[in-house]
């Protein structure tokens, strides 16, 4: 047995006789750099293999000529480590955590050829009782740790590394998205975001070769006190003027994963169609999907006929068929888990950043025309006031007869049916209508919230620029499919209550007594009358929506109803669902898109004992976790989405600077008013400073702003005509100017506004002093990026609730 020996870095190592010519070999010398559980030199290899004087030499030359040929890298000073490997001890920086609650890390310098391998952080005890001062807090996302690293070995192991904390060196650099403005000494960084005021400047050594209008994510560099910060450019996108850069500002800054790992894409890749077996044959029922004419995923699909029953004469039968999606993406795997993370799709003007790669999205979870596909359906039968009398869940293998637009549909009901919807109209789309329009009885019973807001589409020319913007069309198919999709979701939760299984809900909450109390006073100023003091219904805003159909006060009104909602969010706790008046709603209908979806269906498979694919002990445990994660997702997705129609609609109307445009007030605040003109939605800033030569008060209950000598007074909802005086695509900024608007009124005086006395906020300036140049004709984009724009919710598509 040959003998060995302990080193100082605790590595057992060949005696000297063990070496050929003085030296260790490459593969020796590579093993104990390796297997090294601290700092490795060239002073730690001599002293391990017993290298001393001379000998040197011929080590170091050895050493450099390893290094030349990339197996060898030299990190901090003259420490190395094995290529393509990180060395045992680094410094890290937290990136995330998964959807185990588990932190992830990237090494902070990282120079080996690819992306950087993910690390897992292994928990260590809290130190310190807790309540004590100096118990230092858990580590989190952001924060910079020495860590000690072991590369994992277990088979299937998505995480190259494990890390056990050392001690805490400090949070991650502030990473920035911006424009890159070259100048003499290098560059400047101009923020993208809006609210980021400051530019910084980056060092020539700085740019990582970064050209002027590049589109960068930058960091900022500590240690400068005073004047401009230092940042430095970690990574170049491109062009900023090119239409492709828009999407990814949004994406970027609102941190959306666009890219699936590999081992996600090559579990979507081995996966293979579902065959029949264990499912129910509805290959012979013509269901047919029915989605806007540029859908991108295909997951739904209907069928209605008349009920054969004679006990329920007048009835209905109605499938509704889903994708199934949890037979292909398990519970635990890595697609699974890169679901969860997204939480849902993105969906942007000239692309979307799916949840499930294309493979499963697009090809097997489509729902094709004339293609089999594994699906989990349900069958509602209704009677012929419209009220659901029964249902079932099936896990079905159907055929789609046909892939049809809201479009074609109509065209059909209405009378041109084409050369695809003319055969299958009388013995397939007809019996749907019927079937919807017995429904909508009892819809109407109910009672839903119903706001009817303009919904803005862009289309892209072959540039992918947006060529033009016009309100959508709205068809009643679009209803028949949001009906349909709605009884679904009802089904759903009611069979996962009554089989007492735990899944996620989708719930509304009643508007709060503040924002009634809010709408009411507003409301008042119309002569029109709102409940306070009792419980509020849907109803009770359906009644004031009526009232002012077809005024002038119509779409002032609506957005003010709007506003006092609360947000619909997803939960395990079941409080019902106002805005649809049910007491009862969970999301089933769309696990392409939607995670919340994807956990339903687990649910239900579980519950009706559907396969061993259902949901787990583990997965009921955490629906809290996940339920508040993809609320977060969900609202993470809608302003990116918001953000990059603001940046397109600004990219279209800057060549038309000058132009003047119809709108309407669609926000009041104490700095200015905001307006969403009519030919394209877009919104955009009128500056206090630009009303006229008086102070102007904010009354916040009216939603107004009141001159104080004139009266003259601005308020949410009325018409004006403003001038288009800046637009900035890379911000989504746009600034104008009133041409025509306001209304006469009461002084505001200097005591309080003329409606609600002393509710009035302090007065505004709005124009310089005499002698100075006035504040509107300044065009700096530093006021786009120095206001925001209003939380103005956007028209929801069919079937979102």
Partial sequence: MTPRRKTASGKDTPKKRERS??????????EFISSATGP??????????????ADRIPLKQMLKEMAEEGLLAKREGRRLHRAGELPPVTVIEITHSDTDGELIARPVDWTGEGAAPEIVITPEPHKGRIGERDAEPPAGVGDRLLARLTRTTEEGEVYAYEARIIRRVGKGAEQVLGLFRETSEGGRLVPVDKRVRNESEIARADTGGAKDGDLVLAEIVPGKRYGLSRARVREVFGRSDDPKSISLIAIHAHGIPDKFPDSVLGEAEAARPHGIEGRTDLRDIPLVTIDPEDARDHDDAVWAGPDPDPVNEGGHVVIVAIADVAAYVRLGSPMDREARKRGNSTYFPDRVVPMLPERISNDLCSLREKEDRACFAVRMVFDANGNKRRHEFIRGFMRSAARLSYRQVQQAIDGAPDDKTGPILEPVLRPLW??????????????????DLPEYKARLD???RIAAIRIADKFE????????????????AETAEQRQTSLIYRIHDAPSREK???????????????PKGQVVRPTNFNRILAEVDGTEFDQMVSSIILRSQAQAVYSPDNIGHFGLNLRRYAHFTSPIRRYADLVVHRALIAALRFGADGQSADE????AEIAEHISEMERRSMLAERDSMDRFIAAFLEARIGAEFPGRISGVTRFGLFVRL??????GIVPISNLGTEFFHHDEAGHALIGERSGLTFRLGERVSVRLEEAVPVTGGLRFEIVEGGTEGKPAGRHGAAYGKGRGKAPRRAAAKPGKKPAQKSRKSAKLRAGQKPAVKRAKQPHTD
């Fill in 678 to 683: 009519d030919e394209t939605g877009a919104d």
């Fill in 477 to 492: 198919s679009m209803k028949l499919i949001e009906e349909f999709m709605i009884q679904a979701n009802v089904c759903a």
């Fill in 620 to 623: 009921a445990g955490s629906l």
């Fill in 21 to 30: 010519n003085g030296l260790p070999s490459r593969e020796q010398i590579l």
């Fill in 516 to 530: 009634l109390v809010a709408l009411s006073e507003f409301l008042q100023t119309l002569n029109l009358s709102f």
């Fill in 462 to 464: 072959e540039r992918g």
């Fill in 40 to 53: 490795v030199g060239k002073r730690e290899i001599a002293r391990a293999f017993g290298i001393k004087g």
């Fill in 434 to 451: 019927d079937a919807y329009k017995t429904i909508s009885i009892a819809r109407e019973k109910r009672g839903p919230l119903d706001l």
